[in-house]
């Protein structure tokens, strides 16, 4: 396969984002920002499930194509893959508080994938790649300041 006959497809990434209970504040902010990433064209959801375990340990998933409603991500699901298996979901059941609430994004980060074909087609192959989660940037920025104003 050449270059110009490579499928243009950027990294697919996913987050699963639990919401304890007493702290589901469901405001539709959240399915702003993914629309709002959607248009701007930096990403393409892939898949995208919610998962409620209850206070028993029932566990109830609803796929993304089957949510409707205006402040839905059902206006999403066109050309959705079924990404996130059973068994990924019981997984992630596991690993839930119960009482909580967990959306699962599966999404392909459309930015790259111009960026992979340059690379590519100049001799480039990708040898590692990472992620530093937000929630250990804001832990670290939140470390210095203390040590900056222990310091002063």
Known sequence: MTDDEAPTIGPIDYVIIEFPPGEQ???????DEIRALVDAGTIRVVDAI???????????????????????LGTLAEDLADFLAEADIATLA????????AGALVYE???AAPFAVAARRAGGRLVADGRIHSQDIAAALAADAENEEQEA
């Open 50 to 72: 919610v998962i409620a375990k209850d206070e028993d340990g029932d566990v109830e998933a609803v796929e993304l194509s089957e949510l409707d409603g205006p402040d839905s």
């Open 109 to 111: 980060n459309v930015w």
């Open 25 to 31: 504040n469901f405001s539709g902010e959240v399915i």
């Open 94 to 101: 596991e690993a839930m508080e119960p009482g909580s609430v």
